[in-house]
């Protein structure tokens, strides 16, 4: 008996199975379900949420939604009847196994119930209602099948008319039960595993011949009446083929509906996904052979795999993955055989999938990129099995001419594709494009020369008729060119002469590239390949320098920096930077005309110009990187260096100082805004000039200290800007990095005005940014920094712990996080004093500080609940252990360690917070156990006695694991630190 309906106790039955009623004597909470509603204020939507929580966590909530779901008050009120649903699957999922008898048995009722609702021929009920039901059954079915609930299949087959409804949601089921039970792309565990296990035993034991049955008898009743029902019973066939007995589906009776269904508009998608399914089952590679044959033989002669060219394109997608999945699964099958040494079988599969060769050109070279890429993985591993032959055959190299041809015609354009505006059929595309460049560079490595024979012939045919050919040719060409690049063997030097006559053919089609005046054809997408193409054959132009003028000449004129496309202006301002570097000694004749040319380009982005740059901000970055590279790679005398370096960087000076003065005059925001950004950049684009100098050609030996120091002064006068301070400082200490790194000691009385201005309106964001510049210029000048250090040394501390300590809201997680990063920045310069031999900036402060000073560190080590922290303060007290330590050492240092290195070592790993089990933390641990290792190092026995008769008994360690600690004191590092973890996980147990 099943239930149509509950409500308040009131029972209405049906005739059925199983007769356990759910009564519910409770109404669901009307006001909460309001909030279901998508229109809902957000206060009913959380009151609704607050109802969900609660029905879920409730023992017989999933009664109510039982109740609710079935007594057909709420039959059109779809987010009700979905909630319910998801109350009720929470149940199964999560507690359902535990439950009793009785629970069972209305959870059983529940279930075919709700089946018999979806398959009323009347129901209206949504896909996602059903697909809900469905799953909300095959949670059930993982729980009580095979034990609890034997007969599940013939009560779920019992259940249903042989309606189209009926079927449906049978089919549902099913599909719900592979994704519990077999599907393989979600991830289970081992007791799932193992359930799943047993399932799939029971159901081949028991059910899988009943279920083929009524899937038979699905195909053929519904192949007219209900296409729909019968492409969902396909679909169902090919997820449980890979588990059940084939001969159930690969026989006469299955085969002949599947090649009828071919023929069917409506239908073959599906057919073709079936038989899909059924040759890629795992079986042996005998069998495999002979299964995928028996089918291809068929298909063949029913003219299946030779369709009409008009064909539609979703239907040829199948049939190219059907053949797709033929090849491929001939091709493991042929390499077990080969693994095996079956010569015989081998010889009989590899000679079937010969045969399919010709269907696998058929569908690459489909118009339709589609149908192309779905055999794209066939065709690899065919390459592959090529690269394993010793020897190529006549035909086989034949093969590989036409994959390589068929490759290029694909590469190509469409004309429908929008360069101007790339959506998502155009990024389909250029992943399509993608796979086809990895087919060309496998090919290549078969057959390098043909490669080199038909790129050739294809670049000396396109490029000199350039006025004529299509865009989509002229492109294609360009970019087997390029491509070239990749799969020659040797490197690309070794392809390029001085002497045309033993020029190589790569080098020759180069020359032609450039001398056919191809980059004037002027679309977009040519001139970028174009350009992409000489950047990556830059040693070409050392053997034939001749022609770097017509390419300087194409990289500044309206092909490259003034194109009307954007993109082509971006990405030539790169490539641009490139060709540069890779020439630079080859550009001295050039060098100023360069700079003359692109001299409008060089002018700063304002508010205030009044017309649109052609370059972004991004893009001058490069150019101004450029033009800073060609003056200093160049053999110009340093006076010439610093006059063509000085009127690159003025425009910029003069620029700064008027930007400067109208950003503080300005009212508005946004024009504020605007200002700031212009002065940032303004310090970027000098920041990128500097990056031409080297360690070969400095700064002092280009002769433009001056230009960049006095640029320097000027940036300076901005840190005091209160308005986008940020946004300001950071341009200015980029510029103050790079500076350090080009200059020497002409650097440093810059650094105090930064400072002082730092210590004015102190910021833990702007310390924990400035710190990195002290550490780069320790770092740099060492010792020789020492006095300068000696004098800004305090303050700068002073600060850092004024800020620290400066109160804040806890909830302020942002200024949390800030002064945490400073902390770190503290701990790092420090370590960076003490590695650097600037040791001295530390000791010759007063005792006061001093003192006050090692505390932070001690602080840091004990307390602060950062491993990070917590693994540079171990390092500092090891190193300061290493040099003060000794008979020799600095005056009352030793009695601080004691009384202050020491505990810090025991205390820190003690706090809850030093998790022993933490990555990072163990790296403290190890600085932790290597600063104990130098004590000792350094004081001998003296410290053993120390810590075994004083410190260590004052907190209570028993004196055997005193003893041991010693004695693991005395090992290597690795032995100790082992034994310190295990030493605090004892104590903290």
Known sequence: MILSGYRHGVITQDIFHYNKPIVVYFEMDEDALRGLDPRANPQLQNRALQYFEQLKSSHDGWKLCAATFTNGNYFGNDQVRFFCLQVIEHYLRYRYREAGIDDQQSVRSLICTCLQLMGNESNQDRNFLRNKVAQITSLGFVADYPHRWPSFFTDLIGILSPSAKAVDIYLRVLLSIDSEVVDREIVHTFEEIQRNTVIKDAMREQS?????????????????????????????????????????????????????????????ESACDCIHDIINKGMEPVAKTKLIESFTS???????????????????????????????????????????????????????????????????????????????????????????????????????????????????????????????????????????????????????????????????????????????????????????????????????????????ALQNMIRLLISSRVSCQGHMIVELQFFETVARYEKFFLAEPQHIPDVLMAFTDERGFRHPSAQVRSRTSYLFSRFIKGLKGQLNPYIEDVLSRIQDLLVLNTPDNGYQHLLSNEDQLFIYETAGSLIVSSSLSPERKHHLMKELLSPIASKFESLLSKLQGETDEKRQYAYAQSINMATSLASRVSKGFSSQQTMQACGCVETFTDLLKIFLQAVNVPTHRQLIQTGVRQYLHRMVVCLEKEILPFVPVVLENLLKQPEAKELHDFLPLMNQLIMKFKAAIVPFLQQVFMPLVSTIFQVLSTPSDDLDQVTAVEKKMLQRSYYLFLSTIISNDCLDVIKNQEMNNLHSLLLTVVQGAADIPDPQSQKMCYNIMKKLVETWGGPNGLAGFVDFMYKSFLPACFLGPMKPTFDLNDGQTSLALGECAQCLRCMLDKRGQEFLTYLSTDYLPKLNVPAENIQELCEALKTDNKTFRTYLKNFFLKAKS
Request: aromatic share 8%; charged share 25%.
């Open 208 to 268: 899988v011949l009943q279920l083929t049955e009524t899937w038979y008898t699905i195909l053929t009743q519904f192949q007219s009446s209900n296409p729909e029902v019968t492409c969902m019973c396909l679909d169902v066939i090919g997820k449980y083929v890979s588990w059940i007995d084939i001969n159930l589906i690969a026989n006469d009776k299955f085969v002949g509906v599947l090649l009828e269904f071919m023929s069917m508009p409506l239908i073959r």
């Open 298 to 504: 068929i298909l063949q002669n029913r003219g299946i795999f030779n369709p009409q060219e008009e064909e539609e394109g979703d239907y040829m997608a199948k049939l190219s993955k059907l053949i797709n999945g033929i090849g491929v699964n001939l091709i493991i099958s042929w390499q077990k055989l080969q693994k095996a040494e079956d010569q015989e079988n081998s010889s009989v599969t590899m000679a079937a999938l010969e045969e399919k060769v010709p269907l696998m050109f058929r569908f690459l070279g489909d118009e339709d990129d589609d149908v192309s890429a779905a055999v794209i993985p066939f065709v690899q591993e065919y390459i592959g099995i090529l690269k394993q032959m010793k020897q190529i055959s006549p035909k086989h190299r034949e093969h590989i001419e036409g994959l390589l041809y068929t490759v290029i015609k694909k590469m190509k354009y469409d004309d429908s594709y929008n360069f101007d505006h790339e959506g998502e059929d155009e990024a389909m595309f250029q992943e399509y494009r993608k796979q086809l460049k990895t087919l060309f560079t496998n090919l290549s490595a078969l057959d390098t020369e043909l490669m080199v024979v038909t790129i050739h012939t294809l670049v000396t045919q396109t490029l000199p008729q350039w006025e004529t050919v299509k865009v989509c040719d002229l492109e294609v060409a360009i970019t087997m060119l390029y491509m070239l690049g990749e799969a020659l063997p040797n490197p690309q030097g070794q392809q390029f002469s001085p002497d045309i006559s033993k020029a190589s």
